[in-house]
């Protein structure tokens, strides 16, 4: 079993600025990519930012250049450094991690519990 706790939400006006973080822990033996996830009232759930084990990224085009994807490889966390936060950001942000238990093996997907972000304007 993988457990992940997702942490750093909250009310924010237009203009700041939030950390999510989020750390696995468990069962682990091999982290493939780590990322964010977003799902606003009434939409679908969308990739929000990812990045591997080589460190690449991957951002939704709306949030490039204000949000930022890191991880820890040592603690087993990856983090979602929010700048410049609009209304339209305001979603339930949900913790992504991949595992697998072997190179070349089956890739299990894990989901944090969601954190909710709200922007006011």
């Known amino acids: 079993q993988v457990q992940l706790v997702e942490s750093g939400g909250g009310l924010v006006q237009a203009g700041g600025s939030l950390r999510l973080s989020c750390a696995a822990s468990g069962k682990i033996f091999i982290i493939n990519t780590m990322g964010w996830y977003r799902q606003a009232p009434g939409k679908q759930r969308e990739l929000v930012a990812t990045?591997?084990?080589?460190?690449?990224?991957n951002y939704l085009d709306s949030v490039k250049g204000r949000f930022t994807v890191s991880r820890d490889n040592a603690e087993n966390t990856v983090y979602l450094q929010m700048n410049s936060l609009k209304p339209e950001d305001t979603a339930v942000y949900y913790c992504n991690v991949r595992t697998l238990f072997r190179v070349g093996g089956p890739v299990y997907n894990h989901w944090g519990q969601g954190t909710q972000v709200t922007v006011s304007s």
């Open positions: 990045i591997t084990s080589g460190d690449s990224t």
